[in-house]
């Protein structure tokens, strides 16, 4: 049976329910607005790009799949993991905040998911820590049971305040919440 959220997402025109978990973690923190330079790292199907661009911050998307097109927004196909594709990345310049809502294929297999959900945490905090300006932000997703007390020792070595979120909007029963850094000592 279809989620309330996922349905509301539908009705009002966005491609997913995510876009409820930005919209919550930006009410609190005010990150995203007008004029803001943004890189979303697993940008597919595009809600938090249409989040972005709705408040017409400069936002460009990566993903390994293929992004509908969104007015003016630049969205990059590319693996993250993958150390040539990456200089894609590090080509576009300095960025105020970088959003990762990143998750791997899930295998069913606890240990194996978590492991690459874990990679790909530690990968988007690298590439947050060779694009952002100081004073830069950084919006991750994480999954409990994914070393996410490490990653979380991780981020605070490179941010000056670091906060942990759990949206309501996130699926009842989903171990994932968000941590908020801000600050990029640089
Ligand atoms: C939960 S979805 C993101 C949803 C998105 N924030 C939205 O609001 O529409 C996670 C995305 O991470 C992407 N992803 C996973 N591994 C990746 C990788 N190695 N490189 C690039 N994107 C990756 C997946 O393809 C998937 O589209």
């Known amino acids: 049976m279809m989620n309330v959220l996922t349905r509301r997402a539908r009705s009002e025109g966005y491609r997913a329910r995510s876009i409820y978990k930005l919209d919550e973690i930006n009410k609190k923190y005010n990150l995203i607005k007008k004029k803001v330079r943004i890189l979303d790292l697993g940008s597919y199907p595009g809600s938090w790009l249409q989040y972005c661009f709705e408040r017409e911050a400069n936002v460009i998307g990566v993903d390994i799949r293929e992004v509908k097109t969104l007015g003016n927004v630049q969205v990059l196909r590319l693996d ?107």
Do not use: H, W
């Not at 294929?105 to 952002?132: H, W």
């Not at 994914?146 to 996130?170: C, D, H, I, T, W």
């Open 80 to 186: 993250i993991m993958n150390k040539d594709e990456l200089k894609i990345i590090y080509d576009l310049g300095k960025f105020d905040l970088v959003l990762s809502d990143l998750s791997p294929k899930l295998t069913g297999i606890k240990d194996v998911d978590m492991q690459k959900s874990s990679l790909l945490d530690k990968k988007a905090l690298e590439i947050a820590c060779n694009v952002l300006r100081k004073k830069g932000s950084f919006i991750c997703k994480v999954f409990q049971n994914s070393n996410e007390v490490e990653f979380e020792r991780l981020v605070k070595n490179k941010f000056e305040q670091v906060k942990l979120f759990k949206p309501q909007a996130s699926k009842k029963g989903s171990s994932e919440f968000y941590i908020i850094a801000r600050d990029y000592k640089n």
